[in-house]
């Protein structure tokens, strides 16, 4: 009998030994070296409990995940431009740091699911939680803030687009055909349905309501295919439910459109809008996109909404409001490009006590030498002491005509005074290149109030801080779109709707603020090698 420890074979078998011994160090970040990006993602979030920001699990479910663990693990995820959760759930098994993160319990993308819902309503304390920790740790200066916007493309469909105009007027040239066929449902039937020239499709189904009325009285058959004789009665039925249908439709989509002036089937929040033509756009057609804003202070993302709004003037104040409501007060120098320096928005900055340092349309004009060269532009023109222009011929427009007062679009008053010639450029030389019209006269409108606040937005930006801060605008809020679009490859949503839209955009900045703080971390190691964190 052979020995027990012999290995058995048959004389044509071959035997293979191949064991290898498993070997794994006590803890698994023993194996990663101390300039890897997770040591900075734990000393980031030091001290914060994601576990709040989701709603608690249910006792009798024990096998769901920890939620504060797969937040912590998909933050850490978006820092290294991970934003699809297949990539994320394939980590988690894969990679030794992300199965560190995440317990070694591997979460399906389910689990990463559950937690997204509930992470819609509570994204904002979240963003402002971790970006104020880093933003203290790297001693940002948030007083000054950089702010802008880009467009960023809907997880919609391209050819999914709707317009409120072409609604609008198709619904008018409807409402004709409406009229013309109730005119004559009246005269064929000496009914007395109304007729104007709007109608809803309230009013449609009424009449087809009647209309089946009388053909269930009368007993006549509803009849379709060919072949098939329709009965007069079934045929204004028809006429008028197709009409009930389609201004069903109109209002359906007017009713999602809201003040907007469209929207896309498929992603019934976003709006068609047109993008830049640059490296990610190189069609130059609009798109289902977001307008996505931020505010940028020395390089780390301090303040991000997203916004249905085709331009960014109208974003400016919410957007300062959500960083007042969530800090408590608001940034002295708010920078921004001419997209953001509206009458409104200056007096809104006057109000709250912030600084002038947002360009208005004409800024870069006037500092372009070739729109200097335009000398029948009254803003060429050179002023009086009183403020009063003087055109190319040296005639003074002080002949006060009068005033028009209007309201802006935020509610706010502002008037406009007009001047003019007191010869009303009565034997002007240049009379046919400064005129449009050569019957009449030239006139200069002159707003005090906005006048005073361009002159005050030109001193703050003449100084030397006020050209240092419009170098970096350029340099710090383009170059975090550049790292969000080329580096993260973030040019597309991957969710759809206005809340996992905006979650999904404020974790992509989490991600470029937890990265920026690696940037940062390392070289304060480089600096001094003694005060490596663990």
């Given at each position: 009998?052979?020995?027990?420890?012999?290995?058995?074979?048959?004389?044509?078998?071959?035997?293979?030994?191949?064991?290898?011994?498993?070997?794994?160090?006590?803890?698994?970040?023993?194996?990663?070296?101390?300039?890897?990006?997770?040591?900075?993602?734990?000393?980031?979030?030091?001290?914060?409990?994601?576990?709040?920001?989701?709603?608690?699990?249910?006792?009798?479910?024990?096998?769901?995940?920890?939620?504060?663990?797969?937040?912590?693990?998909?933050?850490?995820?978006?820092?290294?431009?991970?934003?699809?959760?297949?990539?994320?759930?394939?980590?988690?098994?894969?990679?030794?740091?992300?199965?560190?993160?995440?317990?070694?319990?591997?979460?399906?993308?389910?689990?990463?699911?559950?937690?997204?819902?509930?992470?819609?309503?509570?994204?904002?304390?979240?963003?402002?939680?971790?970006?104020?920790?880093?933003?203290?740790?790297?001693?940002?200066?948030?007083?000054?803030?950089?702010?802008?916007?880009?467009?960023?493309?809907?997880?919609?469909?391209?050819?999914?687009?709707?317009?409120?105009?072409?609604?609008?007027?198709?619904?008018?040239?409807?409402?004709?055909?409406?009229?013309?066929?109730?005119?004559?449902?009246?005269?064929?039937?000496?009914?007395?349905?109304?007729?104007?020239?709007?109608?809803?499709?309230?009013?449609?189904?009424?009449?087809?309501?009647?209309?089946?009325?009388?053909?269930?009285?009368?007993?006549?058959?509803?009849?379709?295919?060919?072949?098939?004789?329709?009965?007069?009665?079934?045929?204004?039925?028809?006429?008028?439910?197709?009409?009930?249908?389609?201004?069903?439709?109109?209002?359906?989509?007017?009713?999602?459109?809201?003040?907007?002036?469209?929207?896309?089937?498929?992603?019934?929040?976003?709006?068609?809008?047109?993008?830049?033509?640059?490296?990610?756009?190189?069609?130059?057609?609009?798109?289902?996109?977001?307008?996505?804003?931020?505010?940028?202070?020395?390089?780390?993302?301090?303040?991000?909404?997203?916004?249905?709004?085709?331009?960014?003037t109208t974003t400016y104040q919410p957007?300062?409001?959500?960083?007042?409501?969530?800090?408590?007060?608001?940034?002295?120098?708010?920078?921004?490009?001419?997209?953001?320096?509206?009458?409104?928005n200056y007096l809104y900055n006057i109000?709250?006590?912030?600084?002038?340092?947002?360009?208005?349309?004409?800024?870069?004009?006037?500092?372009?030498?070739?729109?200097?060269?335009?000398?029948?532009?009254?803003?060429?023109?050179?002023?009086?002491?009183?403020?009063?222009?003087?055109?190319?011929?040296?005639?003074?427009?002080?002949?006060?005509?009068?005033?028009?007062?209007?309201?802006?679009?935020?509610?706010?008053?502002?008037?406009?005074?007009?001047?003019?010639?007191?010869?009303?450029?009565?034997?002007?030389?240049?009379?046919?290149?400064?005129?449009?019209?050569?019957?009449?006269?030239?006139?200069?409108?002159?707003?005090?109030?906005?006048?005073?606040?361009?002159?005050?937005?030109?001193?703050?930006?003449?100084?030397?801080?006020?050209?240092?801060?419009?170098?970096?605008?350029?340099?710090?809020?383009?170059?975090?779109?550049?790292?969000?679009?080329?580096?993260?490859?973030?040019?597309?949503?991957?969710?759809?709707?206005?809340?996992?839209?905006?979650?999904?955009?404020?974790?992509?900045?989490?991600?470029?603020?937890?990265k920026k703080f690696h940037i940062y971390?390392?070289?304060?190691?480089?600096?001094?090698?003694?005060?490596?964190?663990?």
């Amino acid at each position: 009998m052979k020995n027990a420890n012999q290995v058995l074979a048959l004389p044509d078998q071959r035997t293979y030994y191949n064991a290898v011994q498993l070997s794994l160090p006590v803890n698994t970040l023993l194996a990663l070296d101390q300039e890897d990006e997770v040591f900075s993602f734990l000393d980031a979030v030091k001290g914060v409990d994601f576990s709040k920001y989701v709603k608690p699990i249910r006792s009798n479910n024990t096998n769901s995940h920890d939620r504060g663990m797969l937040i912590r693990t998909m933050l850490f995820g978006y820092m290294n431009g991970i934003n699809t959760l297949s990539t994320l759930v394939s980590l988690c098994r894969t990679d030794l740091r992300y199965l560190f993160l995440s317990n070694e319990e591997k979460p399906s993308i389910m689990a990463f699911s559950r937690m997204c819902r509930d992470l819609t309503v509570s994204i904002d304390d979240l963003f402002f939680k971790v970006s104020g920790i880093i933003a203290e740790k790297m001693n940002c200066d948030t007083n000054v803030q950089y702010i802008d916007g880009t467009k960023i493309e809907a997880n919609a469909n391209k050819n999914s687009f709707v317009y409120k105009k072409r609604i609008v007027n198709a619904m008018d040239r409807l409402f004709f055909r409406i009229t013309d066929d109730v005119i004559r449902l009246d005269q064929a039937y000496g009914y007395s349905y109304r007729y104007s020239g709007c109608y809803s499709a309230y009013d449609m189904w009424n009449i087809c309501q009647y209309l089946m009325e009388v053909m269930v009285r009368e007993n006549i058959r509803i009849v379709y295919g060919k072949g098939c004789r329709k009965n007069e009665f079934q045929v204004w039925y028809d006429i008028f439910m197709q009409y009930a249908m389609k201004l069903d439709e109109y209002e359906y989509w007017l009713e999602i459109m809201g003040n907007r002036n469209s929207c896309s089937k498929t992603d019934h929040d976003a709006t068609m809008m047109a993008t830049k033509w640059d490296y990610y756009n190189q069609s130059g057609v609009t798109r289902a996109c977001y307008n996505c804003q931020i505010a940028v202070s020395d390089g780390i993302i301090v303040n991000s909404e997203v916004y249905q709004d085709v331009g960014d003037t109208t974003t400016y104040q919410p957007f300062m409001e959500k960083y007042h409501r969530h800090t408590g007060r608001y940034p002295g120098y708010p920078v921004a490009d001419a997209g953001y320096g509206s009458y409104d928005n200056y007096l809104y900055n006057i109000t709250h006590r912030c600084h002038l340092t947002m360009k208005y349309n004409l800024y870069g004009k006037e500092h372009d030498k070739r729109f200097q060269k335009r000398r029948f532009n009254s803003h060429n023109w050179k002023k009086t002491e009183d403020g009063n222009v003087i055109c190319p011929d040296d005639r003074v427009f002080d002949q006060y005509e009068k005033d028009v007062c209007r309201n802006t679009a935020g509610g706010n008053l502002t008037i406009t005074q007009i001047y003019y010639e007191k010869d009303k450029c009565e034997g002007c030389p240049f009379r046919k290149e400064c005129l449009q019209n050569p019957d009449g006269y030239r006139r200069y409108s002159r707003n005090v109030i906005r006048d005073e606040m361009w002159e005050t937005v030109n001193r703050e930006l003449s100084t030397e801080e006020g050209i240092q801060m419009k170098t970096q605008r350029s340099v710090q809020v383009e170059g975090a779109f550049g790292v969000i679009k080329q580096d993260f490859g973030f040019t597309r949503f991957h969710r759809k709707g206005m809340k996992n839209v905006k979650m999904e955009f404020l974790l992509v900045c989490l991600g470029y603020n937890l990265k920026k703080f690696h940037i940062y971390r390392l070289r304060q190691m480089r600096i001094d090698p003694s005060g490596m964190m663990s």
